[in-house]
């Protein structure tokens, strides 16, 4: 895909009840175009543990926040509140995770605070003493019995990002398997409330499969992925060419149709320190464009946390302000991306999903509009035509909705056609779809 050197993106989103999921799309360079067509399914079979059947989980972590006003030191350790931050982004969040060193206890008065509050417990299990410690003995047989005790749904991803030099479980792929094998194995002998998530950082990318232990040994598989300016806070290795879905790719494309995806910690600097100062434009886009491919473009990926963490005041980092509530746009897009009920509270389903209405005269068609500006501020003017005829015309900015009403007021075919003008008025990129709506699907 070729960029332009000021770059739009627009992506459309059609969900009509009784549709199947499907892409197409044609653009003109620099706008690009896509449709996809979507409706809830039967539940289908061969789910893994803890998997939602559509939809995609959230959940953050919050624990390194300053903004949130709600810590208090729970089994030693300060955390804040999670329906704080269920308030504060306008929707509950079904999972919050926290960092567990190897060797120490599970936190049990947390995790039952977790469950007691609905929440998904999501543990980052971190041998950083190094594999030798990781063992079948008295501690690894307490933990995985304290697990199931506390009765609550845990994630448990062990030994994330094995793939990198900067921690001490890597360097070794043959011996990282055996010991994973050895924690799935104790974890499923006493624990049947928990799942293991296989999770490596998104680079460095052509060791990841190396250290993969098996379909039989891996529930989920995980990726954690960081949008930043630059690499590293070094001004010789710029990085804002990096899309988030540039870093999603190597992982769903390999495992996806194996194995649900877990965005295990994703965040975006919103302040770099390198730069001293504010990159919250950086920060919209990034997770506006994220979170609109996530239910576009990635089905499998089933859940995403985001690390909503000031780096800056962690003494060992103190690099980037990766928070969503320290700036006020970009916790509006955020609140924006998560706000769409393709974003799920629990793993039954969003709380607030209506049952969707039958195909028919007077369908309802909603209209997702979300546009990526690189370079260029401003926003782009639209035209969408049923056919030969004109249903909508108007200028929209990031991460804007419409709902279109009564579209398709009878089953049959019909073109959706899509055009894209700049401020100049000239024609930047156009789709055109050919659909037919046929009872309880839809084909194009």
Known sequence: ?????????????????????????????????????????PKPSGLAMFEPAEGCLIGAYIDK?????????????????????????????AMYFFYLG??????????????????????????NQGLDAVKDDEYLNQLAKDMAASGATIFLRYASEMNGAWVEYGGNPRKF???WRIVYNVVKRHAPNVVLVWCPYTTPSDNI???YPGDDYVDWVGVNMYNVTYFNQNPRTPARHVRPTDMLDQVYNTYSRRKPIMICEYGVTNFSALENRSVADYAVQSITELYTALRTRYPRVKCINYFNANALTI?????????????????????????????????????????PAPLGSGMTLTLQSSLYLRDLP?????????????????????????????????LGSVTLTARAYDRNGQLIGHGKWDVIVVDHEIQH
Not at 104 to 123: C, D, Q
Not at 381 to 404: A, H, M, N
Request: proline share 7%; glycine share 6%; hydrophobic share 40%.
């Open 102 to 127: 190897y060797g120490r206890p599970l936190p049990k008065n947390w995790v039952a605070e977790l469950k007691v509050r609905g929440k998904i417990v999501h543990i980052a299990l971190e041998p």
């Open 378 to 410: 401003g926003a782009v003017r639209i035209e969408l035509y049923v056919d030969e005829s004109k249903v909508d015309d108007g200028v929209f900015e990031p991460g804007s909705k419409i709902e279109l009403h009564q579209l398709v007021t009878e």
């Open 177 to 179: 398997i055996e010991k």
């Open 315 to 355: 003494a060992h980092r103190r690099n980037n302000d990766y928070t969503v509530t320290s700036n006020p746009r970009v916790l509006q897009a955020y609140r924006r991306a998560i706000s769409d009920p393709y974003f799920l509270s629990s793993i039954s389903g969003p709380d607030d999903l209506t049952p």
């Open 65 to 93: 926040d300053p903004a949130m006003k709600s810590h208090r030191v729970v089994d030693g350790r300060s955390h804040a509140d999670p329906l704080e931050f269920d308030a504060i982004t306008g929707k509950r969040h």
């Open 209 to 211: 499969d190396a250290y």
């Open 1 to 41: 895909m070729g960029y332009a050197a000021a770059l739009f993106f627009v992506a459309f989103s059609l969900a009509l009840p009784g549709c199947s999921r499907s892409e197409a799309a044609e653009s003109l360079a620099p706008v690009q175009i896509g449709l996809s067509v979507s409706n809830p399914k």
